[in-house]
């Protein structure tokens, strides 16, 4: 059955594959974006689509729309994009999630959110699975996203609790992919653009930090099941690739993989950046039928193809 979908942050990286995904499987989308890190660029190619409509709007605010299901994906995904307006980033989880809560417990619409493994901060259990509280600096510079999510959780909560909503918690681990901002300021986007122009690879720290990297077809096939799942199912469920990298290795990987000149160069670690990080998806498994496909290099090779191609 065809429905009306709200694809909040849709001028995404996430947000724009979605939609392209949504549209493929006849549904009619509304992208709701205030391109703060989102592109126009990025949905273009669907403008054409007549069942594709976008408006420029900020979660923030309330939104009055006729949907069937609302996929909330609007907010800075990158630290340094969600570390330069604090106070928006935390405002776009708690009062943008209130907005787009209210306007699914009066459309009845079916609601997912884009948390993040974030939520678990600098995880003392490893792998992370959902039972996990987290480890979260409450007052640092990461906390804005971190707690804005943990919060956003909370709401989706309580408005299932309360008022009965059908809610979809995914914690997104590290996604990677074409359509990523050459300038997002993410790992697997800065390694693969500094390769191409052969200019240093910055490691932040010694590069022993470990992170888990799942390609973006692999996620929104995920984000689909999810929605698509009995209404029991609310999560939260870690969406993820279990393999684990260093940032070193990757590092190495991508150099090799461009055949670039780059050396690689180490720069001070941020605050609270998080030592390791792999997700446990033994639920998304079962509950699901889900699991990534698409190795790192695989990946890599579609990445790199995309950031040659616009740089
Ligand atoms: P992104 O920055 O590319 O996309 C976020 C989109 O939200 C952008 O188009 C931006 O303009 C829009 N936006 C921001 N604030 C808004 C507001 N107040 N109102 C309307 N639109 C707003 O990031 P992404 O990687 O596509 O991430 C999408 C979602 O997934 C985010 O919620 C992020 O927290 C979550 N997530 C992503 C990852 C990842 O690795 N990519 C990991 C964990 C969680
Ligand atoms: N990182 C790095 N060099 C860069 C960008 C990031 O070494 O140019 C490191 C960063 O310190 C972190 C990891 O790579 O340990 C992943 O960073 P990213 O910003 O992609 O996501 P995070 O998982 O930290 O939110």
Redesign the pocket.
């Known amino acids: 059955m065809n429905k009306r979908i709200l694809v909040t942050g849709g001028a995404g990286f996430l947000g724009s594959h979605l939609c392209e995904r949504l549209l493929d499987a006849g549904h009619e989308v509304l992208c709701v974006d205030n391109y703060y890190t989102g592109r126009r660029s990025s949905i273009a190619h669907l403008l054409d689509n007549p069942r594709f409509e976008i408006m420029r709007h900020d979660i923030c605010f309330p939104l009055y729309v006729e949907v069937d299901e609302i996929f909330n994906l609007a907010c800075p995904a990158?630290?340094i994009h969600y570390q330069f307006d604090p106070v928006q980033t935390t405002k776009t989880s708690v009062h943008g999630s209130i907005n787009m809560l209210g306007l699914a417990k009066r459309t009845k619409a079916k609601i997912f959110l884009a948390s993040t493994s974030?939520v678990y901060g600098d995880p003392s259990v490893h792998p992370q699975p959902e039972s996990y509280w987290g480890n979260v600096n409450p007052i640092g510079p990461r906390a804005c996203y971190d707690e804005g999510k943990r919060c956003a959780e909370t709401l989706f909560f309580d408005y299932h609790r309360q008022h009965g909503l059908k809610i979809k918690v995914a914690r997104i681990f590290?996604t990677y992919g074409p359509r990523m901002h050459p300038n997002d300021?993410?790992?697997?986007s800065?390694?693969i653009v500094q390769a191409l122009k052969n200019e240093d690879i910055?490691?932040?720290?010694d590069?022993s930090?470990t992170?888990s990297f799942c390609y973006v077809d692999d996620m929104v096939s995920a984000f689909i099941a999810l929605m698509n799942s009995g209404d029991e199912m609310t999560g939260p469920v870690n969406l993820g690739n279990p393999d684990e990298f260093s940032?070193l290795e990757l590092a190495r990987k991508v150099i090799e993989m461009t055949g670039s000149r780059s050396s690689i160069v180490f720069l001070p670690?941020?605050a609270d950046?998080?030592q390791q990080?792999r997700p446990d998806i033994s639920l998304a498994k079962s509950a699901l039928h889900w699991e990534p496909t698409i190795r790192l290099e695989a990946g890599l090779v579609r990445t790199i193809e995309y950031f040659r191609s616009i740089l």
């Open positions: 990158s630290p974030e590290n300021g993410r790992v697997v800065n390694f910055t490691i932040y720290g590069g930090q992170r940032i670690l941020p950046d998080p990080r």
